[in-house]
């Protein structure tokens, strides 16, 4: 059960409206995302009800959630909501939000989206392009699961359908350097 | 000659290959010049919006003030997902003047951001810029007979207040470009949903059953194969489906190529230039179809004069 | 000299709490002319509106000021004390230090009390500078124009004419009857909509008091409140309708089909055609856009057939005018085009169809007698799906508000859906159920148990063909479920909108509309019938979405407002109007382009005493003019003068303070 208090100020539904540009209490709960959004039966919390926590003011139940990882931005929600509220967005805050306010996640799956994205920003820093075969390989890797995909791969291989080589941006450094400062205004934005 | 500023994306030079060298073809017959943009990078995809803001804007940034100078009027992106980081960022930048100018001091090296560059994604320039007249008198190869179901993505056309263009729900450019290239464009009620290409790694279960799905309502449509115009959807399309295929035990077997590929082979390219070996699903045999008789159209298309005469005089 | 009476009202606490009214009073005695103020608890009541008269008398008083509300509330309440003390009414001034002050400022008492007494002051020094006034007399013509003859417009003429007033009912179509004829049966008593309607329909058409000009429109409207002259324009229907026996001839051997609106365009009517055989007048007209002799000078089968000889091609538009006295606007709704739904298909799939598409097919004299069919292949379906709200609610599609009556319409769908086709299902998506109204919850209630309907809570997301089937996904949230329904037939409930001629309609009238297009009330809880313009009242849709109770009911509140402007045989109008002192009007017309109501129109006078030469001056007509005072400030000759607002008026006020 829920206890809820006096609400008279819910700061997380100011910082999620104000990071994300939409407005939360204007979603009138109908759903219409729910079943457009095609990941929603994997969510914890399908995106009606992270509006509604949201409103409630629940925090903590939102950025333990696992919807905001597993939103894949196909914006197919925001094209159909009848109150145009741009819900990738809010998506998107609570997910800042929650790397910010240093909230990890101990689900499985949520764990390795955020390591495949920090292989992927990782491949992007060393080369400035991404390598494929690499960031499969990486990802296995680290995720302890070496074997996954591999009888794709030699298929996959033969035909040429994943090089081997890869190319590499050439001014690399530039691209280190935009990492850095990049890193620090959103430093500064905290 | 028109000119045209080139985003190839990561994939195209690696995964999809076959689509960047198809659409050099194609651009070559349609007489335009593409100059890539020199030294670009990664537009960041999904992952750099997914953990940060400013690397999610300062990494496609780099390549619109690389464009920049390559002074073109147009930058045509191959990649849908790169498509709408780029153009997405643009947007995003123009509307926040202040936010620019800060992400700009990230890449300040490569130049100062101006906002100038027209972004359209390939399928967009071929439709809007080139036109389907001008692609219909190329064609020396009609496609009469192929059955096919475009597969548009999430990402072409969506956000609408980002792409601008065709509809986020049914979209019908692709459908009348392969229409001008003689081929039949079935009637598919998923051109749009999301194949949830950036788990392709990270959460392949999830990309199984989207993917699944999509597949099921093509084969369903009637089509010989999917049509697509972004290399993430190609992959996850083509090279997941033997496992689709094992985990549900439905045979699907239905090809998914690039419309480059299609435009190339109208156009007179042979067999060999379209790459067809670096498909899971062979190709071959859907390209067999090329030149079946066409049944008459039926009753149902009536003309419209022929209504109008209809509801005159009975 | 002046002598002013100043009567402070406590207004319970409303005023008491938030101003020092005892302060306010001794404040006012402070002023030479006020010759006495008093506090009182409620100024208003009998004994207060006494204290008003005995002061009138005993102090020999010239005006009085009451601080107290708004003179909206309660300035008729002390004209008549005034009035009945002896004292023309308009000596009377109403500070209102309610909504102006107490109610603005309760969190600064101080500040409240001396904006009080700045009020009062300028009461003081306006009344001082009062005139007496007297009520104008307006003659009135006593016949009533009803534009519309759906259900509205029909209530609204049969109740003015039967209080012996005339009444001409200008109908576009047509027919009479409007969107109740093509109704099935009606919510929640299931009376058949034909057999309640066409009693009436037959009773306007055979009414003495009543004068109905069928497929005309209203082009024109001068004058004012009890003045009114219509134009109005009778479309040319090639048909004499003098002559016509409508025996039906003409409609049966006519060659030319064409898609049949009153039937939403399933079957084919004639190009001569009577609407529906229940039509009033059951005359035909000839469609002229698709009649080939119209068109092309060739065919003429009807004018062969008929054998009085009805026919006349060469019939055109005619213009005739009429003088009434008051209108009763009832032009109705129309139904939104769900088109923008592309992620359902709409447009792609037949046997996605709109709400009053079904009450059609399930109408017993509807185009498929009575069932409902698919018509991609013309078979009965099961597996039933409604979505509620299309359009409606859905500010990226359509249209903000709710449309009120499709939450009832769509569980009366489910249940004719029952009747008609008895091994069916009804499954109905909405976001929530709207049923506020007599017996309309327990209507619904029939719907869920009586007929099994399924609702699902939730807004449908997409709908795709599979086989010969539409899949309908939506979110079933009661569950926490994505669901998908196999449906054979898909029916949407289209939003309400306002008809799209009625902003024109309003702009000629002169009465203001909203943005969505429906005529605007003058207030929208206690003057929900009338406009803004004198004598100009509205019925049904065209005000707002609604159902046909409360169609009716307002109907009829339309016929008492008409009775009630009519009972005298002129009409009473307050004296705070406009006048032009022709001696400083320089004809500059400012005045006549700014004034809202038409008031002002030119007139042609001599140029000095006696001259033969004209100049152009402007006039007002006080039966119209509403004293808003707007060519008073355009006015830059100080040519015009409000009463009730004159310049000392303003001045003295202004000096007050």
């Known amino acids: 059960m829920i206890t809820l208090g006096l609400l008279e100020k819910n700061t997380f539904l100011e910082a999620v409206n104000k990071k994300s540009g939409a407005n939360v209490l204007e979603c009138y709960q109908c759903g219409k995302c729910v079943s457009t959004c095609p990941v929603s039966s994997y969510m914890d919390f399908p995106p009606r009800e992270i509006m509604q926590m949201i409103k409630l003011g629940l925090k903590e139940e939102s950025y333990m959630a696992n919807s905001m990882w597993f939103c894949l931005t196909c914006s197919a929600c925001s094209g159909r909501c009848p109150r145009e509220i741009d819900i990738p967005a809010v998506m998107e805050a609570i997910r800042h939000l929650a790397i910010e306010e240093n909230y990890r996640s101990e689900n499985k799956k949520v764990k390795d989206i955020r390591k495949f994205h920090d292989i992927f920003l990782d491949m992007i820093k060393r080369y400035g392009r991404n390598y494929e075969l690499r960031m499969m390989a990486e990802f296995n890797i680290r995720t302890r699961n070496l074997f996954k995909d591999m009888h794709l791969a030699p298929k996959a291989l033969l035909k040429g359908k994943i090089p081997i080589g890869h190319e590499s941006t050439k001014s690399a450094k530039a691209i280190q350097r935009m990492f850095k400062l990049a890193g620090k205004l959103e430093k500064e934005k905290r | 000659m028109n000119k045209l500023t080139y985003f190839p994306g990561c994939s195209a030079h690696g995964t999809s290959e076959e689509f960047d060298h198809t659409l050099k073809l194609v651009m070559k017959t349609l007489d335009v010049q593409m100059e890539e943009i020199p030294d670009w990078n990664c537009c960041g995809a999904t992952s750099a919006h997914v953990m940060t ?128 290239l003689g081929a039949k464009a079935m009637e598919f009620d998923f051109k749009t949903e999301c194949c949830g290409a950036s788990f392709s790694i990270s959460n392949t279960e999830v990309v199984e059953s989207l993917t699944g799905k999509i597949l099921e309502v093509a084969k369903e449509s009637g089509a010989h194969l999917i049509v697509v115009a972004c290399p993430l959807c190609q992959s996850n399309l083509d090279m997941r489906q033997p496992d689709i295929e094992k985990h549900s035990g439905k045979k699907l077997d239905i090809p998914v190529m690039y419309f480059t590929q299609l435009m190339a082979l109208a156009f007179g390219y042979p067999e060999k230039e379209l790459r067809l070996p670096k498909h899971i699903v062979p190709v071959e045999a859907a390209l067999k179809h090329i030149g079946d008789p066409v049944p008459e159209p039926e009753k149902v298309k009536k003309t419209k004069k022929a209504v109008e005469a209809e509801s005159e005089v009975e | 000299m002046a002598r002013v009476g100043v009567f402070v009202c406590y207004c319970g606490a409303n005023i008491a709490d938030f101003i020092d009214v005892p302060a306010v009073v001794e404040e006012a005695k402070k002023i030479k002319e006020v010759k006495i103020s008093v506090l009182y608890k409620y100024m208003c009541s009998d004994p207060g509106q006494g204290m008003i008269r005995d002061a009138i008398v005993q102090n020999r008083l010239t005006s009085v000021v009451v601080a107290a509300c708004s003179p909206r509330m309660h300035e008729k309440t002390f004209r008549k004390a005034l009035s009945d003390a002896g004292m023309n009414p308009y000596m009377l001034e109403v500070a209102n230090i309610r909504e102006h002050s107490s109610w603005v400022h309760q969190k600064d008492k101080k500040a409240a009390t001396e904006k009080a007494n700045d009020l009062i002051r300028m009461a003081i020094a306006k009344s001082i500078a009062n005139e007496q006034l007297h009520e104008i007399s307006v003659p009135v013509t006593k016949r009533a124009l009803v534009i519309g003859g759906g259900i509205a417009g029909i209530q609204a003429a049969l109740d003015i004419a039967d209080a012996r007033i005339p009444v001409t009912l200008v109908e576009k179509s047509p027919s009479i009857g409007g969107r109740m004829a093509q109704l099935d049966e009606t919510f929640p008593t299931l009376d058949c909509s034909q057999c309640i309607l066409t009693p009436k329909m037959v009773d306007v058409a055979s009414h003495p008091y009543i004068e109905l000009i069928p497929y005309s429109e209203v082009i024109e409207l001068d004058g004012y409140v009890g003045n009114y002259k219509a134009k109005i324009k009778k479309k040319a229907s090639y048909v004499d309708f003098s002559s016509c026996t409508g025996c039906g001839a003409c409609t049966q051997k006519c060659p030319v089909k064409v898609p049949n609106e009153f039937n939403m365009n399933i079957d084919k009517r004639k190009a001569i055609y009577t609407p529906f055989p229940q039509a009033v007048p059951n005359k035909p007209v000839i469609d002229a856009t698709h009649c080939t002799m119209l068109l092309k000078g060739k065919c003429g089968i009807c004018a062969k057939v008929c054998e009085k000889g009805s026919i006349n091609f060469k019939m055109v ?46 109408s017993a004299s509807g185009p498929t007698n009575g069932v409902p069919i698919r018509p991609s292949d013309g078979k009965v379906p099961k597996n039933v799906v409604f979505i509620k709200c299309i359009g409606s609610r859905d500010e990226a599609k359509g249209i903000e508000y709710c449309s009120k009556i499709c939450c009832m319409y769509t569980a009366k769908h489910a249940i004719l859906l029952h ?92 009465v203001s509309y909203d943005k969505y297009g429906y005529m605007s009330e003058a207030h929208p809880k206690l003057r929900p019938v009338e406009t803004a313009k004198a004598g100009i009242f509205l019925a049904g849709c065209t005000q707002a979405p609604k159902d046909i109770p409360d169609t009716v009911a307002q109907a009829s509140a339309c016929a008492a407002k008409v009775c009630g402007l009519f009972a005298g045989d002129t009409l009473k109008k307050d004296p705070m109007v406009s006048t032009i002192n022709n001696e400083f009007c320089s004809g500059c017309q400012n005045c006549v382009k700014v004034c809202p109501y038409q008031a002002i129109v030119t007139e042609e006078i001599p140029l000095g005493h006696g001259s033969k030469e004209l100049r152009t001056v402007a006039k007002i007509n006080e039966g119209v003019c509403q004293g808003c005072g707007s060519c008073v400030a355009i006015c830059r000759s100080m040519a015009i003068n409000l009463a009730g607002f004159t310049d000392p008026q303003i001045i003295n006020e202004i000096v007050a303070i």
């Open chain 3, 317 to 362: 538009d005619e213009v005739i005018e009429r003088e009434v006295g008051a209108v009763v606007i009832a032009t109705g709704y129309d139904l939104w085009d769900p088109k923008p739904y592309e992620e359902y298909g709409v447009g792609r799939y037949k046997d996605i169809i709109t709400s009053l598409e079904f009450e059609r097919m399930v």
């Open chain 2, 53 to 180: 803001e400013n690397l999610a804007l300062a990494l496609p940034m780099r390549n619109l003030v690389l464009a920049e100078k390559l002074e073109n009027k147009t930058m045509g992106i191959a990649c849908a997902s790169c498509y709408s980081r780029m153009k997405g960022t643009k947007k995003h930048l123009d509307e926040n003047p202040e936010q620019a100018k800060r992400i700009n001091s990230t890449v300040i090296d490569e130049g100062e951001y101006q906002g100038t560059v027209e972004i359209k994604s390939m399928l967009q320039y071929c439709f809007e810029e080139i036109g389907l007249e001008t692609i219909k008198s190329k064609v020396t190869k009609s496609l009469s007979g192929l059955k096919v179901a475009c597969y548009y993505g999430c990402l072409l056309t969506r956000p609408k207040d980002v792409t601008q263009f065709d509809s986020p729900e049914y979209p019908m450019s692709m459908d009348l470009l392969m229409e001008a």
């Open chain 3, 419 to 510: 009747h008609k086709v008895h091994d069916s299902h009804a499954y109905i998506f909405y976001m929530d159920i709207r049923a506020a109204g007599k017996g309309y919850e327990e209507f619904v209630k029939r719907a869920q148990v009586e007929t099994a309907a399924t609702y699902l809570r939730g807004r449908v997301s997409k709908i795709y063909k599979k086989g010969d089937k539409l899949m309908v996904r939506g979110e079933d949230a009661q569950i926490g479920q994505v669901v998908e329904v196999e449906a054979d037939l898909v029916v949407l409930a289209t939003a309400v909108i306002a008809p799209k001629d009625n902003p024109s309609l309003a702009r000629l009238l002169g």
